[in-house]
T-cell receptor, first 113, second 112 residues
Framework: DTEVTQTPKHLVMGMTNKKSLKCEQH?????MYWYKQKAKKPPELMFV???????INESVPSRFSPECPNSSLLNLHLHALQPEDSALYLC????????????FGPGTRLTVL | LAKTTQPISMDSYEGQEVNITCSHN???????ITWYQQFPSQGPRFIIQ???TKVTNEVASLFIPADRKSSTLSLPRVSLSDTAVYYC?????????????FGQGTTLQVKP
């Protein structure tokens, strides 16, 4: 299984809502990532987890809270988001850090009203 | 991480060979060159990676000259389904951080 799955595919939320994005992989990868992608822009790295520990936070606002409950799962908890946070949120995984190939999921399209 | 420069867009026709060149003048000795492909509303997909000379897989070829200041992704006999954004990335992720820094990418439009 070489797939990264993400749920939900689409999410609409208000600025006062709390929601979570979920990412799962069963490739035995020990590094997992969250990216944000605005329309017609390249993906931007948000967080990197290595062996279930947060190794990189690219100065992401605290209204985004990542969690890695186990080696297969990665969550992104959302709270008090702003309309400008509307974007495609991509999850990726790789066998390790460094120049390893990253496998991306299809993304969650988030709209904040 | 070295900065990359690619053409913003390219057009081609079905059956043609497409070459997309990426400039990375500040590439470091330890840096590898990696290309990803992204279709609309999908995550990027790894295409190919190389360090020097030529690398070929079932999808593409990557040509890297001796000075490594540029690289060329070659897509043989493109089809309509090759219409996508192609990203060139350079870096060895210093300290093995896992960071991927995407440049602006090249939007390839394949016409019938």
């Amino acid at each position: 299984d070489t797939e990264v799955t993400q749920t939900p595919k689409h999410l609409v939320m208000g600025m006062t809502n709390k929601k979570s994005l979920k990412c799962e992989q069963h490739m035995g990868h020990r590094a997992m990532y969250w990216y944000k992608q605005k329309a017609k822009k390249p993906p931007e790295l948000m967080f990197v987890y290595s062996y279930e520990k947060l190794s990189i936070n690219e100065s992401v606002p605290s209204r985004f809270s990542p969690e890695c409950p186990n080696s297969s799962l990665l969550n992104l908890h959302l709270h008090a988001l702003q309309p400008e946070d509307s974007a495609l949120y991509l999850c990726a995984s790789s066998s390790g850090l460094g120049r390893n190939e990253q496998f991306f999921g299809p993304g969650t399209r988030l709209t904040v009203l | 991480l070295a900065k990359t420069t690619q053409p913003i867009s390219m057009d081609s026709y079905e059956g043609q060979e497409v070459n997309i060149t990426c400039s990375h003048n500040n590439i470091d000795t330890n840096d590898y060159i990696t290309w990803y492909q992204q279709f609309p509303s999908q995550g990027p997909r790894f295409i190919i990676q190389g360090y020097k000379t030529k690398v070929t897989n079932e999808v593409a070829s990557l040509f890297i000259p001796a000075d490594r200041k540029s690289s060329t992704l070659s897509l043989p006999r493109v089809s309509l389904s090759d219409t996508a954004v192609y990203y060139c990335l350079v870096g060895d992720n210093p300290g093995n951080t896992g960071k991927l820094i995407f440049g602006q990418g090249t939007t390839l439009q394949v016409k019938p």
